[in-house]
């Protein structure tokens, strides 16, 4: 149960109570049960589902040129090589142009 307390205020007539103190009372805590969920509340609760859905999290692969260069030299696709070492075709090449 969440309590608010209003005697923050300066006002005399919130801190001795009434109708109008409590419709204010119930209207700041309807404001506060309705806020909107941070990033980090939200990012915790997908990442079951994200997890479920096969994406990775983290730092990506660091990736061996001279292996891919290897498989390139025996013939190998750039797909074949994506599959083999678990990133996307795009990454194996960049990874085999970079000195």
Known sequence: M???NVNAFVEDWIR???RLS???KAVL???VQ???PSASVKKA???PEARQA???RGRPKKLNREEILTFRKAGRSWEWIARRLGVRASSARR???EP
């Open 45 to 47: 609760a997908g990442l």
């Open 2 to 4: 969440i309590t608010v």
């Open 22 to 24: 409590d419709t204010l």
């Open 54 to 56: 096969g994406r990775k």
């Open 29 to 31: 805590l309807r404001s």
């Open 95 to 97: 990874a085999a142009n």
């Open 16 to 18: 001795k109570g009434g």
């Open 34 to 36: 309705g806020a909107a």
